[in-house]
């Protein structure tokens, strides 16, 4: 049986970032998955690679080391970059203080705030498709450059494809792993045997990982998306939000100027704030969107789910873009581990074995740092 350097168990993209890591630094890597394909949360998601909006410290760091990978493995593997750059409407003056704060801080260099004066000279300005968005009744546009946007149902197996041909990473897909220790892992595909091994485990927080990560306090949250056609002619200018999410993502909630935002949306949208929905809305290649998300806590996931919610998804996807037309072409829910305390986890349990997990539903995001952190004192 051959021996690698590191065996990796989960092949999400917290494993296929720490495969890729790990190749730079000159290891040889086994990529051990249970299913036959990534149907987890790293294919259920936006394809959404995010900056802005990320906590500070360690999850924007992590973020923005992130983001240039990505664009390095997109252009090597013919991944497809679908749009580039974030806009958040501000319906709300009290959001248009959050945004004005965000740019004095580092988190908001190369970020723009347009006010209602501007918005009539955007597309005159270099900025392309603007004219969807609906900016009647908006304080502000905060826009940031430093996001794009992947088919992540796409990327992520081409991202595998080109892990194992051009950095010759080994899969073993369709294999349960039954126990892992300093050494060996025993699958039902066979044993195998590292120097070091790593377990990322997503969701599935009551596999082998349970006893080494049993002292965190880790939910599992419950997301509901769905893909949508609206009218052709549509194209949305890059990934759109609205400003109820500056008073939940940490790199603008965090803000003092928040405050005043948080009370407004508490008392302006209690139902979409039960059902934590904050609206992202990317676009795809064939001009369908993806629209989402709301946020359930729970120690399982919830199965089940909500018409209501899609509903107040859509509701407010009308009161952001112009669109005349809607049918649902697909839904779905998603789910991922979530902690209060902390963005990600690192546990260190010997001095070869590891377990890492994102725990804030930015894996797609912030995976690639998450990974050069780990190996940094451990490879």
């Not at 690698?4 to 730079?24: K, N, T």
């Not at 908001?108 to 705030?113: I, M, P, V």
Request: charged content about 20%; overall charge negative.
């Amino acid at each position: 049986m051959k021996k690698y350097d590191l065996v990796i168990v989960g092949a999400g993209i917290v494993g296929m970032a720490h495969a890729y890591e790990a190749v730079q630094r000159g290891l040889s890597v086994l990529i051990v998955e249970k299913n036959q394909s990534c149907v987890g949360a790293s294919v259920r998601n936006f394809g959404f690679i995010t900056v802005s909006g990320q906590s500070s410290k360690d999850t924007w760091r992590r973020a923005r080391y992130s983001r240039d990978v990505w664009a390095s493995i997109s252009e090597k593997a013919g991944i497809p970059i679908i749009h580039r750059g974030s806009w958040i409407v501000c319906q709300r003056p009290e959001a248009l203080n959050v945004a004005s704060a965000f740019l004095n801080t580092e988190m908001g260099t190369d970020c723009q705030l347009f006010s209602p004066k501007d918005f009539p000279n955007l597309e005159s300005f270099g900025f392309k498709n603007t004219s969807v968005l609906r900016l009647d009744h908006a304080a502000g546009l905060l826009y940031s450059p430093h996001e794009f946007r992947v088919e992540s149902r796409e990327a992520i197996p081409m991202m595998a494809d080109w892990l194992s041909a051009s950095l010759k990473v080994d899969f073993c897909w369709g294999a349960e792993v039954f126990s892992c220790d300093d050494s060996q892992i025993d699958t039902s595909a066979g044993s195998f045997y590292a120097d070091k091994v790593l377990i990322c485990p997503g969701a599935d927080l009551n596999g082998i990982a349970k006893k080494y990560i049993a002292q965190h306090d880790i939910q599992l949250c419950t997301l509901q998306m769905l893909r949508v056609k609206v009218d052709d002619h549509i194209r949305l200018p890059g990934s759109v939000m609205t400003d109820n999410s500056l008073a939940r993502y940490l790199g603008w909630a965090d803000l003092p100027e928040a405050l005043v935002l948080k009370v407004k949306i508490q008392n302006e949208m209690p139902e979409f704030l039960k059902e934590g929905i904050h609206l992202i809305a990317v676009q795809s290649s064939d001009g369908s969107l993806v629209i989402g998300d709301s946020h359930q806590y729970g120690s399982v996931e919830d199965v089940f789910a909500k018409d209501r919610i899609d509903q107040l998804i859509i509701e407010l996807l009308g009161q952001t873009i112009n669109f005349s037309e809607l049918k649902v072409l697909e839904r779905w829910t998603g789910v991922y581990p979530s902690s209060s305390q902390q963005d990600a986890i690192i546990e260190k349990v010997s001095d070869s074995l590891r377990v890492a997990l994102v725990t804030s539903g930015t894996g797609a995001s912030t995976a690639f740092g998450l990974a050069k952190d780990n190996f940094d004192d451990w490879i």
